[in-house]
């Protein structure tokens, strides 16, 4: 029995067993939809509080470096909170995984047929 009919089996015994309305594109949506609801409740309040008793360990205070005569296009807060690109940076791996998922599903599909 090789890979492909092995795959058909499960999926046959799984047809069986769940409802018909769990399908692999409902659960990508959930899990992205899950994703980013954890990512709306890591919010700036959270991580600061993670971070403020990070520095009671440590005992020092993080200052800005900004050195005079280098221009920077980003505003001072970006520059100042960087717990705000957490989120960002969570979301696009997401994005990039559910992409890539969906490419080697097609492929797959598409070999398969």
């Known amino acids: 029995m090789n890979?492909?009919?092995r795959y058909n089996a499960i999926r046959k015994k799984l047809?069986?067993?769940l409802p018909d309305w769990v399908n692999f594109q409902n659960l990508i949506f959930?899990?992205?939809?899950l994703a980013f609801g954890v990512i709306v409740t890591w919010s700036e309040a959270m991580s600061k509080a993670f971070e403020n008793a990070r520095l009671a360990?440590?005992?020092t205070?993080?200052?800005a470096a900004i050195l005079p005569g280098t221009l920077t296009p980003l505003?001072?807060?970006?520059v100042t909170s960087p717990e705000q690109t957490n989120g960002i940076l969570v979301g696009a791996l997401i994005i990039l995984f559910v992409i890539v998922v969906g490419t080697l599903v097609?492929?797959?599909r598409e070999i398969s047929k």
């Open 61 to 63: 205070t993080p200052t």
């Open 15 to 17: 047809r069986k067993v």
């Open 106 to 108: 097609m492929v797959l």
């Open 30 to 33: 959930v899990s992205v939809i």
């Open 75 to 78: 505003p001072a807060e970006w």
């Open 3 to 5: 890979l492909h009919e």
């Open 57 to 59: 360990k440590v005992g």
